[in-house]
């Protein structure tokens, strides 16, 4: 590792360790519905939305109510906006002449921004109107990422609790996430986006003649507002095709720091936040270092091989280009102004979190470098996460590791004073295995399919990468991709549209159903036989369940993909 590469991770991480702690207690504030700093602001508009909707904050939910509320208010979400997407034409604020969206695509953009996935099978600046960017897709940025936070504190009642039947309501939950947290951050944020050259405006699009006598199309709109939540809802959904590596969206090193910091900032806290309501911040520490040593390690093998660059170019000193690319590293398809370590350091934060927001383009990695961004995708995405997705998939692995450790000692596997049963077992086993069985399964469809594979942009193992990270990406509800694959048409469109989906709902179902299960069981004092689950053993092995989980169900794909094209760079051949 380089030393500009060692230190933009120290500053990255060091700011994130200053921010969980204070993050991560008012939220807890929040959700536990306590007075905060911000209750005198937005306090009486809190209030007012209740009796608007005819919802009473204090009555709660059990889990089955919960995942009701949450399904029905995504459905109805989802239904909305892929209407107005349909019929964008008619609503005004049209700058670059845009339609209605055909209908397989406006399925997909619905799905995707209503999951929180935010892929994106289209160029927003040619696609969209000002309407449909501002109060379709920002709108779906703020409500889907306070859905997922929400589930992930019911989460959290669930397994602090004590015989209880109930997790909570979803409902004040959405609206305290969204009032209490994510405008306020969003609003700061864009304003200090503005400041530094995010563009903010509604103009036409600007016609500019280049130095050689061409005419060049430059987009505008609103773009500062809808930067800031897809980078702190994890979101990822650009303005612009090209996302962050876009110098209206993301124009400098500073404003490309704040963008990568704003996508851990809350999935961090929230490991904190869970320590508070367990009674003991230990707990929450534990799963916040587990996520740190893998983060940490996937940054190290990415931005390593992508410094490396690639060793066939290293062949051809007599090429001057070549020569340079490779004494440089591989600079292809990243931009100048950020370089390889802000890039590798980018695409790892970016698929650890649901993001998907990119600054360079994954599909120009190297192979082994490309290989670390698919594999955080396939992991499940639980190194920090989405926002409350990465902290209730973390779970899931945890009551796995806990199991696996009381099966060693011969004891009944308990968390938290909880027993973790056979039931118990069977919803995390389930929230685990089923988005492994979808990518795997849509791919292998894809891989066989004449219609799919003429919209590779590479042969090869190359392509088949191109294929398991478009539905790795899709089920882990992150949206970036490999850029080589074509997925505006008809069966991209609908399988990552399903995709999506079922990696969404079949994930959040199961957990809400562990929560309720465990919510109602009594808590029993710790003996000398308990696993401890804050110590550097737990830590450890937590990230060994979590790799070997993600390992073997992977594998034999990985290695038809990134790890035989590896070794055939090293022959000579490239795809």
């Known amino acids: 590792m380089t030393g500009l590469s060692f230190l933009q991770f120290v500053l990255i991480f060091g700011t994130l360790l200053l921010t969980t702690k204070p993050l991560g207690a008012y939220m807890k504030k929040v959700f536990g519905g306590e007075r905060t700093v911000l ?50 034409q008619y609503l005004g604020l049209d700058r670059a002449g845009a339609s209605g ?16 996935t935010n892929w994106q099978a289209y160029s927003g600046e040619t696609a969209m109107t000002y309407v449909s960017q501002m109060t379709g897709l920002a709108y779906h940025n703020f409500v889907s990422a306070a859905a997922g936070i929400a589930v992930a504190v019911a989460v959290m009642r669930g397994f602090t609790r004590a015989s209880s039947s109930t997790l909570g309501n979803f409902w004040a939950d959405l609206v305290r996430g969204c009032l209490f947290l994510l405008l306020p951050l969003s609003i700061a944020g864009g304003l ?66 704040v963008a990568m910091l704003a996508i851990f900032l809350i999935p961090a806290a929230l490991t904190y936040q869970f320590g508070l309501m367990a009674g003991d911040t230990r707990q929450g520490w534990a799963i916040f270092a587990c996520m740190s040593v893998l983060f940490f390690a996937g940054f190290l093998a990415a931005n390593y091989y992508e410094q490396k660059g690639n060793p066939i170019l290293a ?16 600079m292809e398809g990243k931009e100048v102004r950020f370089g390889i370590a802000s890039s590798a350091l980018f695409a790892t934060m970016t698929t650890d979190a649901s993001c998907g927001a990119v600054n360079a383009q994954h599909d120009s990695f190297t192979p082994l470098g490309g290989l670390v961004p698919l594999f955080n995708l396939m992991l499940g995405e639980v190194i920090f996460g989405g926002v409350g997705s990465g902290f209730y998939g973390m779970i899931l692995l945890v009551v796995v590791t806990v199991f696996i450790a009381g099966l060693m000692v011969g004891r ?3 968390y938290l004073g909880k027993k973790i049963e056979a039931r118990d077992m069977k919803y995390a086993t389930l929230g685990i295995l089923i988005p ?22 590479n042969a090869g193992p190359h392509g088949l990468s191109e294929i398991l990270y478009a539905y790795s990406s899709a089920v882990g509800n992150n949206g970036s991709a490999f850029g080589g694959l074509s997925a505006d048409n008809w069966f991209f469109n609908n399988t990552t549209g399903w995709a999506m989906l079922l ?16 919510a109602g069981k009594k808590r029993a004092p710790e003996s000398l036989g308990t ?44 795809y």
Request: proline share 7%; glycine share 10%.
């Open 315 to 330: 062949a051809h000193g007599a090429d001057q280009a070549q020569s340079a690319n490779s004494s440089g590293g591989n």
């Open 503 to 518: 990696g969404r709902f079949f994930i959040i179902v199961p957990v809400l159903a562990l929560a309720g299960s465990l």
């Open 531 to 574: 696993f401890p689950t804050h110590t550097p053993l737990f830590v450890a092995l937590l990230a060994s369940v979590t790799i070997i989980v993600a390992g073997l169900t992977h594998f034999p794909a990985l290695s038809l993909g990134p790890i035989i094209e590896h070794l055939l760079m090293l022959s000579g051949k490239l």
């Open 101 to 116: 969206i055909d209908p397989a695509l406006a399925f997909n953009t619905a799905v995707s921004f209503m999951t929180n």
């Open 39 to 88: 209750t005198p602001v937005v306090g009486a508009l809190e209030s007012w939305i209740y009796r608007l909707s005819g919802i009473d904050p204090g009555e709660e939910m059990n889990w089955r109510r919960y995942c009701a509320s949450v399904l029905a208010f995504s459905a109805a979400g989802a239904v909305i906006l892929y209407v107005q997407l349909r019929f964008q």
């Open 412 to 414: 009944t596997p308990e």
């Open 192 to 257: 200090f986006l503005v400041s530094q050259g995010v563009i903010q405006n509604f103009k036409p699009y600007v016609k500019a003649r280049t130095l050689v006598g061409a005419e060049q199309t430059l987009p505008m709109g609103p773009v500062a507002s809808q930067e800031i939540i897809k980078q702190v809802g994890t979101n990822g959904g650009g303005f612009f095709g090209a996302n962050s590596a876009h110098p209206f969206e993301n124009p400098t090193p500073l404003t490309n720091y």
């Open 436 to 457: 492994s069985f979808v990518i795997l399964g849509l791919a292998a469809w894809a891989a066989v399919r004449p219609s799919a594979l003429m919209n590779l942009g």
